[in-house]
């Protein structure tokens, strides 16, 4: 079982080997290759810092503790109708992504997100829109 943040879902779509340290993307490549072989994963829903911000690189602030981190967690959640504390199984997770969520999404909840122009986030939303589940890092 993983814990997981509400924006940190949308991560893992947009995943592609790429983070803010060494220790950080070995630890988002393991969680991320566990759920593209295995979506019967278990997901525990969190409130505030998760298994991935558990690697987050210690430069002076603290961004998983951001008030506009836990803002983009709750929309997130209450766009997939998920609430803290629970558990589904990964699978579950991108077939409420299929159900709820638009590409475009992305660019309007992650609007401050250095990540997001990239594009692979979008990109990883509509594969999951596709049936294609989560891309193979590499």
Not at 11 to 37: A, D, F, I
Not at 64 to 87: A, H, M, P, T, W
Not at 94 to 109: F, G
Not at 117 to 127: A, I, S
Request: proline share 3%; with cysteine.
């Amino acid at each position: 079982m993983f814990k997981l943040r509400g924006h940190h879902i949308f991560c893992l779509l947009g995943y592609r080997g790429m983070g803010y340290s060494k220790e950080y993307v070995n630890n988002m490549t393991r969680l991320h290759q566990t759920l593209r072989v295995n979506p019967k994963t278990l997901i525990q829903i969190v409130k505030g810092p998760d298994q991935l911000c558990e690697k987050y690189p210690n430069s002076g602030e603290y961004h998983c503790l951001d008030n506009s981190i836990y803002e983009r967690d709750s929309v997130f959640l209450e766009k997939l109708g998920l609430k803290v504390g629970q558990l589904l199984h990964w699978e579950e997770i991108e077939a409420r992504i299929r159900k709820y969520v638009l590409p475009s999404d992305i660019h309007a909840v992650c609007e401050t997100c250095s990540w997001r122009l990239y594009g692979v986030c979008e990109e990883g939303v509509q594969e999951i829109l596709e049936g294609k589940g989560l891309r193979e890092v590499k």
